[in-house]
């Protein structure tokens, strides 16, 4: 059974750090690419990053460069998001997707919250 489980959200102060995890089950993990997305209330989905499935190769969106890390570990089937320097404009529900090319799978989203 294909499962990708994301966690880590919360409530954080702007300013500060969270960093969120996606968890892979049931399929070959280190064969796929992982992107990160990002929807607000009212918004459209948006893409935050990316990573290929080594590792080796990262994309980031405008908006989160320099403030957010995105990185993979193959031996945990684990993908991580480390969010510093967070605004409340990064207030949303993240979602993971693991891709190859051929399949795609979504998690379930983890809500972050950026508020004082």
């Known amino acids: 059974q294909v499962q990708l489980v994301e966690s880590g959200g919360g409530l954080v102060q702007p300013g500060g750090s969270l960093r969120l995890s996606c968890a892979a089950s049931?399929?070959?993990?280190?064969?796929?690419?992982v992107a990160w997305y990002r929807q607000a209330p009212g918004k459209e989905r948006e893409f935050v990053a990316a990573?290929?499935?080594?590792?080796?190769?990262?994309t980031y969106a405008d908006s989160v460069k320099g403030r957010f890390t995105i990185s993979k570990d193959n031996a945990k089937n684990t993908v991580y998001l480390q969010m510093n320097s967070q605004t409340p404009e990064d207030t949303a529900v993240y979602y993971c997707?693991?891709?190859?090319?051929?399949?795609?799978?979504w998690g379930q989203g983890t809500q972050v919250t950026v508020s004082s």
């Open positions: 997707e693991a891709y190859n090319g051929r399949n795609n799978y």
């Open positions: 049931g399929f070959i993990f280190s064969t796929y690419a």
């Open positions: 990573i290929s499935s080594t590792g080796g190769v990262t």
